[in-house]
Nanobody
């Protein structure tokens, strides 16, 4: 059984930064994907960033490229999302997700098996 727990959500002004963190526990072996998704009211769940833990290959949504950075700490079994130059449209509940395999594309959230409960990010203009 795998459990994921997010932290770091907060309210910030546009242009500000936040760092989200997700701690993974359980029987996660090598060759798995960790990702961040977000869900805003009235919108579909959206993939934000993903990382393949075996190679550190990363995936980003076009809307966050150059502003967000995903990173993985293998020793701590955590995945962080550094978010810079936040925009009001980044406001959402952010979820950490995991799955086994090496295809860490974030276009298909339903392929991710394990999910955290989410952490809220609010961005004011």
């Amino acid at each position: 059984q795998v459990s994921l727990g997010e932290s770091g959500g907060d309210s910030v002004q546009a242009g500000g930064s936040l760092r989200l963190s997700c701690a993974a526990s359980g029987h996660l072996r090598s060759h798995y994907c960790l990702a961040w998704f977000r869900h805003a009211p009235g919108k579909e769940r959206e993939g934000v960033a993903g990382i393949y833990t075996n190679s550190e290959i990363t995936y980003y949504a076009d809307s966050v490229k150059g502003r967000f950075t995903i990173s993985h700490d293998d020793d701590k079994n955590t995945v962080d999302l550094q978010m810079d130059n936040l925009k009001p449209e980044d406001a959402a509940k952010y979820y950490c997700a995991a799955k086994y395999g090496d295809n860490c594309a974030i276009s298909g959230p339903n392929t991710y098996v394990y999910w955290g409960r989410g952490t809220q990010v609010t961005v004011s203009s």
